[in-house]
Structure formats: C-alpha cells, structure tokens
C-alpha cells in the first residue's frame, strides 16, 4: 500500500513534462542535479534554528535591548482563585456574560470582581515589549543574512550556495512553524501558518522539478521588504518614532513594488507564460503556479491592511494597528475601564486637568498624530 502511494506520489508525468522523466535528472556527464533527498536535513536544521534562536535572544537581544532602554514589564499576580482558574485554563479566556454569572454563583464573587479578575489575568499572560523587541530582532538577523546570501547564491552559478540558501530558508520557514504558538499572536495568525506552508512548498518543489533560480527570486522578493518591517519594529519597541515612522514607509512602498508588482507582473508571468512555449501544460506546472496565486493573495490582503491603516492615519481616525491582536485590545479596552472606575471618585478639579492634558496631546506627552502612527509597526509580524 505504502509503496503504492509512494510510485504514484514519484510518478513522472504528475511533476515533470511528457517528454522528461527523473531518469532524467539523474547525476551524469559532471553534472549535478537536485534531488528530493537533499531537502531530508531541513528538518533537524529547523529544530537547530530554535536552539540558535534561544541562545540569540538570551545572549544577544535581550542585552541590546536593555541598553535601549527596554525592561521587562512584571504584571502583578492576580489573586489565586482555583474556580476562576479552572475555568480559564480549561475553557475560555473570554467568557460570555452567562458564564460570569455562573461563575459568580460558584465562587461567590460579585460579578464585577470576576471580570476584573479575567482582564488581569489575560493581562498577565499578554507579552511585554521584550519579547516583541527580541522577536523582531532575531527575524532581521535572519532576513538580511539571507537577503545578501540570497543575492550571492542568484549570481553563482554552482548549486552548492544555492542549495544552503535553500537550506537555509526552508529550515527557518520550519523553525516559524514550530515556533508560531510561542510567538506573538496577531490577528492573521491563520494567514501567516498559509504562508509558512505555502512558502516550503513552493520551495520544495521548484528543487525538486529544478525550478531553483525562480525560487532563489521569489525568496529574495519577500526578504527585500521584511528586513524594513523588522527593522521599523526595533526602532518603533526603542521610542524611536522618527526612525520608525520613516522605515515603515519605505517598508510600505518596497511591499507594493515587490510584492504586487514585482512578484504578479515579472515572476508569475514568467512562469506561466513561457513554460508552455517549450512543453505542454502538466500537473506540475498549474500546481507551482496555483500556490504562487496563494502567496498573491495573501501579500493582497496584507496591502489591504497596510492600506487601511494608512489611510486612518491620514484622515485621524487610527487608533490601533490592524493586525494587532485581541488580547492587546482587550487590555487596552480593561485598562480604559478600569480608569474610568478610577475618575468617577476624583473630585472636580482633578478631572478638568485631566480633559485639558488630553486636549494638548495623548496623555499629554506628544500630539495624537504622533501616538497613532506609533502603532502601525507595534505589532506587524512578518509578511
């Protein structure tokens, strides 16, 4: 059965055109050819780059960081409660209004108290700065190590740099995926794991069909635009909003020319057009262009975004980032509630300097414009 599945999964006709076969693209005449066997050590190399990773941002981040001024921001403990959480542990982090009023019978808590008691809570699990900072970091040690690599590997014509730049990526793609339940989650956690997917894939394929110079290009293309993003959320985790504010706008224009110009008008068209000029259309050719589509859509939606959040921002009406994730805005909305609780019991006075430092600025230390375009690279993860 086994055997079975695996002849018809290697079947020549499904993956390579009529005429070539994987006789054919056998070592011959001094010349070597990929082969699906050179990509087996991609997997312990996936789990070697969550050891690098560790050991980067202990030694190497974390230390950089601090001398930018970053700590790490303790939440207080909330109290012990073994109902509350059971509860939260077991079944939800957000529970609707019934099941508050459940709780409140069982534990004998005033409502109020309990939903206090879960904003802490999810408040306490929500990552600090530090660790957005020392995500970021390591992924623009990444992505511009391989960005120049890349470039080295596109102009060398022998197939060793080519397959470590292969290695290499796939191996980190992996790493990603192993890794993206630990990470920062935002709101396309589901498109980024599509992407990931794609992305190894497309790469799998393109050595193993010897399609390398295409995947060395569509690898380079994605790389070019997320070393600014990476490197604007550095900047932006260290209050350099001016430094930020200007890579995130450069990051903005390098994704629209790579990656919806680029990408569908110069990449995709080469491997859609030309192949049938030389053979006839096979399996192989609409699986590779399909999941190509994929990754199209997917850098349309991000631009959708991106957009979104640039316009809000022109028009003053951005107040958080798009892809942020819920918890964030569930601690901000907490944090606003209990301040509001705060400010019903301050006397007059107080109240009316507060209204005034609002009117100046938020929280009266920068303009509004300032704050909200802060948060459009506070939370973007990698596209």
Known sequence: MLETLYQWFWWDKLWLPAELSWADLEDKDGRVYAKASHLYVTVPYAFSFLLVRYLFERWIATPLAVSGGIRHRVHLKVEHNPI??????THS???LQADINGLSKKSSLPV????RWFRRRRRQDHPGVLKKFREASW????????FIGGIAALYDSMLDSQYWY???EMSFYGCLLCSIAFDVKRKDFKEQIIHHLATLVL???SWCANFIRMGTLVMLVHDASDIL???????NYAKWEKTSHGLFVAFAIVFMVTRLIIFPFWLIHCTWVYPVHHYPAYFGYYFFNVMLVVLLFLHIFWAYLIFRMIRKFLFGTLTRDERSDNEEEEEQESSLTEDGDVQQHKPFNELSRDAASEKNGCFGLSPPENTCLSRLCHELGSV
């Open 203 to 205: 790469l799998s394929f």
């Open 139 to 146: 992924r623009f040690v990444f992505y511009l190590s391989a």
């Open 112 to 115: 109020r108290q309990i939903e």
């Open 93 to 95: 982090k957000n529970p």
């Open 166 to 168: 292969y290695i290499l």
């Open 229 to 235: 993003l990476e490197s604007a959320k550095l900047f």
């Open 84 to 89: 509350l959480e059971n509860y939260y542990s």
